[in-house]
């Protein structure tokens, strides 16, 4: 009888798969919120700040759904590998591009 760090015991499927699929769909979601917010004000005001904002903020989204799906998938094998420094750090640019386009839609 193996102890759960030995790689020949498999991984128990318990609800942490779940947990980070669900922290992951949230955040899409909360991003996705944000940008409509800010292409209805780029909608309604269309001014070079506004427009940029809403675009950058589009872009930062598509990655980090892309980045999402990747690791949901990746939940699926016996043992899902970390996320790399690449993932890692675009995921960091597109959450700080998402604070940006918030706070441009401060000003």
């Known amino acids: 009888m193996g102890t759960p760090r030995d790689p020949e015991v498999g991984r128990d499927p318990g609800a942490q798969p779940e947990r980070t699929w669900l922290a992951w769909r949230r955040t899409t979601l909360t991003c996705a919120v944000s940008v409509a917010l800010a292409a209805r ?7 070079g700040p506004a427009v940029a904002a809403a675009a950058l903020g589009a872009l930062a989204w598509v990655g980090l759904l892309i ?5 949901i998938g990746g939940l699926s094998r016996a043992r899902p590998g970390t996320m790399g420094a690449a993932e890692t750090l675009g995921t960091l640019v597109c959450v700080f591009v998402l604070i940006g386009v918030g706070g441009m839609m401060l000003l």
């Open 67 to 71: 980045t999402a799906h990747r690791r």
């Open 41 to 47: 004000v780029a909608l309604a005001q269309p001014s």
